[in-house]
């Protein structure tokens, strides 16, 4: 079992739709829980991060983090075409600290 | 703030060549910087985690021969591929950690190499 699930997609929205984005995870010590948005060529942009159970918002972004459930979350309400990239959940093991990442969702909103 | 810069953004080489990649952190220290490899639609793999005056960690799988990283301040770390072949062909993205933090890195905009 990987430490982080993640599904790939491709997942493809209309223009002005809400997307929910997810992940899982496995080791209940991960303590920070963070998302990358990732247009293609370019490198990783920290779009986000919390480390504690419940929502925390930013603009038109909300990540989640479920610790019960071991499941974390990102919507985008009101999406644009300009959101379209990949999306990569990471967690932190704080012990270890070293960064795991999700495989990363690609995202594509449609005009 | 926390910009991180990479150089070059893309190389072709030979096979049989070296490739030196350098990631910098423009306005903030990092002591510990990262490498990654991205093959095409794939996620991140991790190659290295590189501390400042410390030999580098590399991961299981990992070459530390073929891929050698330095890490001489706190605002530089150089990835050099030695021997490059064309399955080294690949994006190679350099992250920082802030000195102090311990979750947030910041990616610079990767590297594509191409060997031929």
């Known amino acids: 079992q990987k430490e982080v699930e993640q599904d790939p997609g491709p997942l493809s929205v209309p223009e002005g739709a809400i997307v929910s984005l997810n992940c899982t995870y496995s080791?209940?010590?991960?303590?920070?829980f963070m998302w990358y948005r990732q247009y293609s060529r370019k490198g990783p942009e920290l779009l986000m991060y919390?480390?504690?159970?419940g929502n925390k918002e930013d603009g038109r972004f909300t990540a989640q983090v479920d610790k019960s459930s071991k499941y974390i979350s990102l919507f985008i309400r009101d999406s644009q075409p300009s959101d379209s990239a990949t999306y990569l959940c990471?967690?932190?093991?704080?012990?270890?600290?070293?960064?795991?990442f999700g495989a990363g969702t690609r995202l594509f909103v449609k005009a | 703030g926390a910009v991180v810069s990479q150089h070059p953004s893309w190389v072709i080489c030979k096979s049989g060549t070296s490739v030196k990649i350098e990631c910098r952190s423009l306005?903030?220290?990092?002591?510990?910087m990262f490498w990654y490899r991205q093959f095409p639609k794939q996620s991140l793999m991790l190659m290295a985690t590189?501390?400042?005056?410390?030999?580098?960690?590399?991961e299981q799988g990992v070459e530390k021969d073929k891929f050698l990283i330095n890490h001489a301040s706190l605002t530089l770390s150089t990835l050099t591929v030695t021997s490059a072949h064309p399955e080294d062909s690949s994006f190679y993205i350099c992250?920082?950690?802030?000195?102090?933090?311990?979750?947030?890195?910041?990616f610079g905009p990767g590297t594509r190499l191409t060997v031929t």
């Open positions: 919390t480390y504690s159970s």
């Open positions: 992250s920082a950690r802030l000195t102090g933090q311990n979750y947030e890195q910041y």
């Open positions: 080791n209940s010590a991960f303590q920070y």
């Open positions: 306005d903030f220290q990092a002591t510990t």
């Open positions: 990471a967690i932190l093991n704080t012990g270890g600290f070293k960064t795991i």
């Open positions: 590189s501390n400042e005056g410390s030999k580098a960690t590399y």
